[in-house]
């Protein structure tokens, strides 16, 4: 699957909860537009690729970015794995 380019928004319902989902991105041009989103946030969902290792140092400087942010010091963040169905992914542990 190819990385998000653009900002992709999807309309979600559970139950009697609607949810806004903005899928913005990871890589390093997207990042930089980051700081605008989050004035009209609820939460964050952050994902981390579990079969690419070799970025986890720079995953964690922009993940220690958006707690050090503080704009959404009070907003619950979640932290997922990834294609974590691949041979090469890392395990929870």
Do not use: C
Request: aromatic share 8%; charged share 25%; no cysteine.
């Amino acid at each position: 699957m190819n990385p998000t380019v653009h900002a992709h928004v999807e309309q979600l319902t559970l139950g009697q909860i609607q949810i806004t989902a903005i899928d913005i991105g990871g890589h390093k041009n997207v990042r930089k537009t980051w700081r605008n989103y989050f004035p009209q946030i609820n939460a964050i969902i952050y994902m981390v690729d579990a079969a690419n290792e070799e970025r986890f140092e720079e995953s964690k400087q922009e993940f220690d970015y958006i707690l050090s942010t503080a704009e959404i010091k009070t907003i619950p963040i979640v932290v997922l794995g990834n294609k974590t169905d691949k041979k090469e992914a890392v395990t929870e542990e």
